[in-house]
């Protein structure tokens, strides 16, 4: 769901001399399969060439190398301890994730990472020493922001089955239907518990859902307001009407969590190019509280 600065890089060979990779080389991926989400969108499954699985937390991002072409920072889609290849889901919106969209299986990409703060979903589950994060928890999405949603969604439906009261709710809007991604864990979803309902902005032929923006779903998704925590991700101006609108139900904001977007170049911290007033997106974000500064923030132009 990043966006695609088109920097440039060179592959280095494969089957070279293996080394544990800094932060600013990437470790060697092969593709091993894809699958395509939306016209527009496709997801990739990777595999380490020589180096270990990478192990990430739900929310975070890595940079992705097509090489010859450059890098780009994409949130990780797949699910967290969960065995197999990494997970990319990539949009087609400039030169560096059209050539991922376009990569074949068995091409090579670089991956730099994880980078980035978590969703934390695992503060989310019951404990009984703490009520602190107990409660109803709503995800809203909007278009490819339910990528970096889709491993805290699974983590938080397998760490609450069967807890008595508690709600996962999982709203996701999209621009019309052929936009809807990952429609088979959707149906998981509520199969596993979830209150799943779908949106769009513009009903096509046979749509017989809902139509309109996300954040009216909320009115009626039954959810506990005063005890709950909100895990919101899309474009800013629909994060932005999310969170006021939950806040106007009487979510407390700093229970409502945000996936922040800006011109990600090196992930740590370093080329300065995601500053967002006091915060450096890379390192600091991408998800933090929407409470406080944050809601200012979201307010500016990207510079």
């Given at each position: ?118 969703w934390e979903t695992r503060a989310a589950a019951p404990d009984p020493a703490s009520s602190a994060m107990n409660g109803d928890v709503v995800v809203v999405a909007g278009g490819i922001g339910l990528a970096p949603l889709r491993g805290a969604v699974y983590e938080l439906l397998g760490l609450v089955p069967g807890t008595s009261g508690r709600r996962v709710v999982v709203l996701v809007g999209a621009r019309e239907p052929g ?125």
């Open positions: 769901m990043r966006r695609d600065p088109g920097l440039g890089s060179s592959a280095p060979a494969v089957g070279g001399s293996a080394q544990q990779p800094g932060p600013m080389v990437p470790a060697l991926h092969r593709v091993v399969a894809r699958r395509i989400e939306a016209a527009d969108v496709t997801t990739l499954a990777l595999v380490p060439v020589s180096d270990t699985p990478i192990a990430f937390l739900a929310g975070q991002f890595n940079m992705l190398s097509a090489f010859g072409v450059g890098e780009a920072a994409i949130s990780v889609s797949g699910i967290p301890g969960r065995a197999g290849p990494l997970e990319q889901t990539v949009r087609d919106v400039g030169p560096v994730t059209h050539a991922l969209c376009g990569a074949a299986i068995g091409d090579i990409v670089g991956v730099r990472g994880p980078f980035g703060t978590s936009q809807i991604i990952f429609r088979d864990d959707l149906a998981e979803w509520e199969q596993m518990g979830a209150c799943v309902e779908v949106t769009v902005d513009v009903a096509g032929a046979g749509w017989k859902g809902h139509v309109g923006v996300v954040s009216s779903l909320l009115r009626n998704a039954g959810f506990a307001a005063d005890d709950t925590t909100a895990l919101v991700c899309g474009p800013e101006i629909m994060m932005r009407f999310t969170a006021r609108a939950l806040i106007e139900q009487g979510v407390n904001p700093a229970r409502i969590m945000v996936s922040l977007e800006r011109n990600m170049q090196c992930g740590v911290g370093w080329c300065g190019h995601c500053q967002l007033g006091p915060f450096l997106v890379c390192r600091d974000g991408p998800v933090v509280p929407y409470g406080g500064m944050v809601a200012d923030l979201l307010g500016q132009r990207q510079r």
